[in-house]
Each structure stands twice: as structure tokens, then as C-alpha cells.
């Protein structure tokens, strides 16, 4: 024991091998291409979930521009839509659709938790955020996932937009998650008795 105590100084002093080196330098070069690699593979993966690109895998318009495929149905677009919806990705989800749809989407109404918006105009979420002048009307509320008078005021908003429809609207129902904190599980379905049907026309996300 003495004599490798005696040894080791000297071994930390001495130039390190060209062979030891050489091999340091590959293992830190293969660590920084896992590196990368992983990133590209997160960047993806984040980039497969955005809701634009996920609403877009949903949503078309034919070559003419005059009818909305929704999956595998076809809608008469004549500047009859409506649009309601609500979750946290639902505004990126609704600046998407208005996009599509154009002068088609007459209104919409849509409920987000409190400060997404704020979050996304700092992180410079441009392509998640409503053009100045959207027909999309966004209330937020629900701070901390818990319902308030802002969340009640949204969901009546929606309520009063989806009654004033007629047989020739079309109304796009958008949803950003369905995933409720284990502790409100069951409050939930005492309320409903059963998850909310979605409508056809909807999307998910």
C-alpha cells in the first residue's frame, strides 16, 4: 500500500500517453455526436406534437379551396364556420385553422389556462399565437387547472356561440387534452357520468 501511494503522485505528474489521449479525445467526440444526436431526436419528437402540424394532419382544404376534409368526411365551405374550443394547446391549434380556413371562419371562441398566452409571446411562439386581428375570441382562466368565474365566462361564451348556429354552419370543436389530475378524477365523473362525447368534426390533440 505504501509503495502504490509512493507511485501514484508520480503517475498524476507524468505526460499522458498520445494512446490515452487519442482515445479521450474519441470517447468525447462520440459523447458530443449522442449528444446531437439525441437533441435532433427531441427537436422531432417536440416538432411531431406541435398542434399546427398535428391540426394539419387533420384538416385540408380540396384544390378548390371550397370544400374542409376532416379526415375522411368533406364539408361545404361557403364562410360558415364557427370554431370553439379549449385547452392549453388549443390556441396554436386555433391560429392554425384560422389560417386554413381564411375568410371561411367567421368566428371563434376559444378558453385557455391563464398565462399561455404571456408564456408563448416571451418564449417567441409566434406560430402559437393569434394574428392581431383573429376572429378568435380568447378568454383564459382555469389558473391552476382549477375552475373560476373566467373559466365559467368562456365555457358560456361557447355555449352562446354553438346555440346560435344553424343547420348550414359548421362548427370545428377543438381540444387540447383530456388528461385530469388524479385528484379531480372522480369529481369529474360525478359531474358527467361519463368522459364528454366529442363531436366528428373535432380534433384532438
Known amino acids: 500500500m505504501a509503495a ?13 500517453h498520445p494512446l490515452l489521449w487519442r482515445g479521450s479525445v474519441a470517447r468525447l467526440a462520440s459523447s458530443m455526436a449522442l449528444a ?22 387533420a384538416l385540408s382544404l380540396d384544390p378548390s379551396g371550397r370544400q ?3 379526415r375522411d ?3 361545404q365551405l361557403k364562410q360558415n364556420v364557427y370554431l370553439v374550443g379549449f385547452g392549453k394547446a388549443v390556441m396554436g391549434m386555433a391560429a392554425a385553422a384560422e389560417e386554413l380556413l381564411g375568410q371561411h ?22 406560430e402559437m399565437l393569434l394574428k392581431p386581428h383573429s376572429r378568435v375570441q380568447v378568454f383564459e382562466g ?18 352562446q356561440l354553438a346555440e ?5 354552419d359548421l362548427l370545428l370543436v377543438l381540444i387540447s387534452g383530456w388528461g385530469t389530475p388524479a385528484a379531480h378524477r372522480d369529481d369529474r365523473y360525478q359531474c358527467h357520468g361519463h368522459p364528454p362525447l366529442v363531436p366528428a368534426a373535432s380534433v384532438m390533440a
Open 4 to 16: 502504490a501511494l509512493q507511485v501514484l503522485p508520480r503517475l498524476a505528474r507524468a505526460p499522458l
Open 36 to 57: 446531437e444526436q439525441a437533441w435532433q431526436l427531441f427537436e422531432s419528437a417536440v416538432g411531431a406534437v406541435l398542434p399546427g402540424p398535428m391540426l394539419h394532419r
Open 68 to 70: 374542409l376534409k376532416v
Open 73 to 75: 368526411r368533406s364539408f
Open 105 to 126: 371562419l367567421v368566428q371563434g371562441v376559444i378558453s385557455i389556462p391563464k398565462g399561455i398566452r404571456a408564456a408563448m409571446e416571451r418564449a417567441g411562439k409566434q
Open 142 to 159: 382555469a389558473e391552476d387547472n382549477l375552475p373560476d368565474r373566467d373559466a365559467l365566462r368562456a365555457a358560456l361564451a361557447i355555449r
Open 164 to 168: 346560435g348556429l344553424t343547420a348550414d
